[in-house]
Structure formats: C-alpha cells, structure tokens
C-alpha cells in the first residue's frame, strides 16, 4: 500500500508545481500517466481539486489526447491502424473481428488485464497495410481471420 502513498505523493508534488502556471493541466495528466500508467477517476478528481478547475474539464482533457489512458493498459496492447492505406485495405474489419475475439470494446482491457485494443493512425507501415502492432510486434497485410491465431500466440 506505501507504493501507492508514494504514487500519491509524488503527484501532489507535481500539481503544486504546476497550479499557478497557465495551462498546467496537459503537464500534470503526462506526469499523472507517467506515475500511475493511467488516470483512473480518483487520480483526476484529485488533479481537478489541487489545480482549482472542474473534473469535467480534466476528464475532457484526458479522454481528448489519445496518449492518456483511464485505465491500466493490458500486458499486450494490440493496435489496429486506421489509417487511410490501412482503412482501404479493410482494417476496420481487422479491429472488429478483435474486438469480438476479445470480448471487449476499442480503447479497453480485457478483466484478465491481457489485452488492450486501440484503434490507432498511421503507424508507418503502409505498404503492409493493413497494419495491426501488439507491444513492438508488427503485424501486417492482415485479414480477420488471422486473428484467432495471432492472439492465441499471447495468451499461452
């Protein structure tokens, strides 16, 4: 439990550092995700109070910018592009048939805290479109019934 005192810490000292510059809040969410690995409600609730704005103006922020996570990624976070080259190419379908494998909705985490899918942009690799990337592992010219056996590679 003291590392959780000490995540708390660290964050109050990261919000006095910040509560009288304008535009303080994008820094301490990036310091919040850096502390915690996501901002959960409680995490936001207690940046809204010590940066003297509203937890809707934090929760606006925090689910505008795709960097910030509300909660836990998963072991394995899988990364579907949508990306034009990849969208052509039939990517969508690539992330719904996923989605389904999974059992969970884009931008979640499986209740095993396994997988997390996110629908991503480009990724670089569109010439192998389309794209899908689990951790540093790049998949490509990917169909949807691939994916069974991709994932099966991870939940061993």
Do not use: W
């Not at 936001?44 to 689910?63: C, D, F, K, R, W």
């Not at 499986?110 to 479109?129: E, H, M, V, Y």
């Amino acid at each position: 439990m003291s590392n959780n005192t000490e995540k708390f810490e660290q964050l109050a000292k990261v919000i006095e550092e910040h509560k009288d510059q304008k535009g303080g809040l994008m820094p301490v969410l990036q310091e919040a995700q850096a502390i915690f690995g996501c901002v959960p409600l409680d995490v936001q609730e207690i940046i809204a109070e010590g940066l003297n704005v509203t937890l809707s103006e934090v929760y606006g922020v925090a689910t505008f910018y795709s960097q910030f996570s509300l909660e836990p990624k998963g072991e394995y976070v899988c990364g579907v592009c949508l990306g034009t080259a990849c969208y052509v190419k039939g990517s969508q379908k690539v992330l719904d048939k996923l989605a389904s494998e999974l059992n969970i909705e884009v931008g979640r985490t499986t209740p095993d805290g396994k997988f997390t899918i996110q629908a991503t942009r480009c990724l670089g690799a569109c010439g192998l479109a389309p794209v899908m990337m689990i951790n540093d592992e790049v998949y490509g010219r990917l169909t949807p019934e691939e994916i069974p056996g991709i994932l099966a590679k991870y939940q061993g």
